[in-house]
């Protein structure tokens, strides 16, 4: 797979003039996914709030001190994930903090009440139960991981995913929100974008933008994943993901990226990537987010009817058949993809388990999107 840098498209990412990048961006988008925009209707099961890092900006992690930390049990995954069967959804996002087992003596103990001593072992377990008590296909979102954990994950997983954020090493420096943070040097996110790039994984990646990197650094993590994606093929989509504010982070006075600069990384990422990677932004952390569009996004990412966004907990999920309207008020129709990408069920041999596959291709209609589409009572 080659890297698509149109040199007038890498000159306007730059530098350039905002309307041009964006005509650009429009065009490259319109030209490999039409007028049609995705997401994926999702259960979101966060399998424990404890994490061994302390992330800036973070309000999904809670220490082991706090009266809300906790792991979740397998009754607990099962009832979210047949709330979620039963709301139409198709994806099961596993989200967690990472590794705080490594961290805290209250996260081993957790632990060990399930009869486990690593969350990766575990968190393969809920994915299994899942795939064997329900419809669903997990999706992993687990931070960084060895090969050795790539290799337990992917037999019960659909696709994973690992946010890059960025690739600024100031930020990891003191004051900076990702100082001591293990998981957030950008040589351990890029490891395991490579990783999983060499382990043939579906992966869904993406910047954080707005926590303090520069214009630059933003390019450079572009670049880097579309050169990982040149190696392996395997990078399904990125995310561009806005900073937000929030009281009880050490960040709260932060300013947020406005809805220029995420319009500018939107399409700066879509000149840079390859047509072939999706691209996504949250639809949930800006009210302005029908003028993702316009800037070169094809998909909203996962949008679930039963749960909160536990991440971003103050900003409600858009209402997705009120989605479907405004996307189309604006010339797209709005459709439903299941969690892996059409491009991996079909003609990829060797990216998803075989019985994985089976599942999801059961689940898919002729284009590789969800067979039903709920939101719009048809099948595809
Ligand atoms: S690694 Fe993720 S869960 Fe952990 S503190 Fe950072 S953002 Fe929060």
């Known amino acids: 797979m080659t890297s698509h840098l149109p040199s007038t498209g890498a000159a306007l990412a730059e530098t350039g003039d905002l309307d041009a990048l964006m005509a650009s961006a429009r065009q490259i988008r319109d030209a490999a996914w039409g007028r049609r925009i995705t997401y994926s209707r999702k259960a979101f099961v966060p399998l424990t709030n404890m994490c061994r890092d302390t992330c800036g900006y973070c309000t999904f992690v809670k220490h082991p001190s706090s009266p809300e930390a906790r792991i979740m049990t397998p009754e607990q995954v099962l009832a979210e994930a047949r709330r979620g069967e039963r709301e139409g959804c198709k994806e099961l996002l596993f989200s967690l903090g990472e590794k705080p087992e490594l961290r805290y003596e209250a996260a081993r103990k ?35 991981l060895t090969d050795e954990e790539i290799d337990v994950l992917k037999p019960v997983s659909a696709s994973m995913g690992m946010m890059l954020e960025t690739v600024s090493r100031r930020l990891t420096r003191k004051g900076q929100p990702h100082h001591a943070c293990p998981d957030k040097t950008p040589v351990q996110r890029l490891r395991t974008l490579e990783r999983a790039g060499e382990k043939r994984v579906p992966f869904t990646t993406g910047l954080l933008i707005g926590i303090g990197e ?38 709260a006075n932060h300013p947020e990226p406005g809805l220029e600069d995420m319009l500018r990384t939107i399409a700066a990422a879509r000149v840079i990537l390859s047509p072939e990677i999706s691209l996504q932004a949250p639809p949930n952390l800006s009210a302005r987010h029908i003028a993702y569009l316009d800037a070169g996004i094809n998909d909203w990412g996962g949008i679930s009817p039963v749960t909160i966004d536990f ?64 939101h719009i009572g048809e099948t595809a």
């Open 214 to 251: 520069t214009w630059e650094e933003r390019i450079e993590a572009l670049h880097a994943i579309n050169a990982a994606h040149a190696r392996h093929g395997h990078v399904q989509e990125v995310i561009i993901q806005n900073f937000q504010r929030k009281p009880d982070i050490e960040m």
């Open 110 to 144: 957790g632990l060990e009440r399930l009869g486990y001593s690593r969350l990766t072992d575990y968190l393969r377990d809920m994915c299994e139960l899942v795939l064997r008590e329900t419809s669903l296909l997990p999706h992993v979102n687990a931070g960084t």
């Open 311 to 374: 991440i971003n907990p103050q900003h409600d999920w858009p209402e997705i058949r009120s989605l479907a309207r405004s996307c189309e008020a604006a010339g797209f129709e709005l459709r439903e993809r299941l969690t892996v990408y059409p491009r991996y069920l079909t003609g990829n041999a060797g990216f998803i388990n075989p019985s994985v596959r089976t599942r999801a291709l059961g689940m898919a209609g002729g284009t590789g999107l969800a067979r039903e589409q709920r």
